[in-house]
């Protein structure tokens, strides 16, 4: 069984800075794409950003590219968020997820490709 654990969310006002952690433990390669969703109130819960087995491929939402960096170590299974330049709208709960496939496997930016999920990490932006 695969376990993810989040850390690092909060209140920050905006224009200022949150970095997120994330570590799993479980079976070996069993989170090759790691991932960061955002859910806020009332609304689906939608990509953020991904990254490969060997934190040298990512992917960013449009609304995040130029302001939040994913970062992994190559082969570990723990992923970062640092996010710069917080907006009110950024407020949400932040999820990890991570799945045994490859990151060129299907679309990474999709809830049902991720087999694995976190609690959640509240973070929000104050105006």
């Not at 200022?16 to 069993?30: D, Q």
């Not at 040298?56 to 170590?73: C, H, K, N, P, Q």
């Not at 907006?87 to 990151?103: G, H, L, M, N």
Request: net charge neutral; hydrophobic share 30%; charged share 20%.
């Amino acid at each position: 069984q695969v376990r993810l654990i989040e850390s690092g969310g909060g209140l920050v006002q905006a224009g200022g800075s949150l970095r997120l952690s994330c570590a799993a433990s479980g079976r070996p390669y069993s989170s090759r794409t790691m991932a960061w969703f955002r859910q806020a109130p009332g609304k689906d819960r939608e990509f953020v950003s991904a990254v490969s087995w060997t934190g040298d491929i990512t992917d960013y939402a449009d609304s995040v590219l130029g302001r939040f960096t994913i970062s992994r170590e190559n082969g570990k299974s723990a992923v970062d968020l640092q996010m710069s330049s917080l907006k009110p709208e950024d407020t949400a709960v932040y999820f990890c997820a991570s799945d045994p496939r490859t990151f060129y496997s299907g679309d990474n930016t999709l809830k049902s490709h991720y087999e694995n999920w976190g609690q959640g990490t509240q973070v929000t932006v104050s105006s």
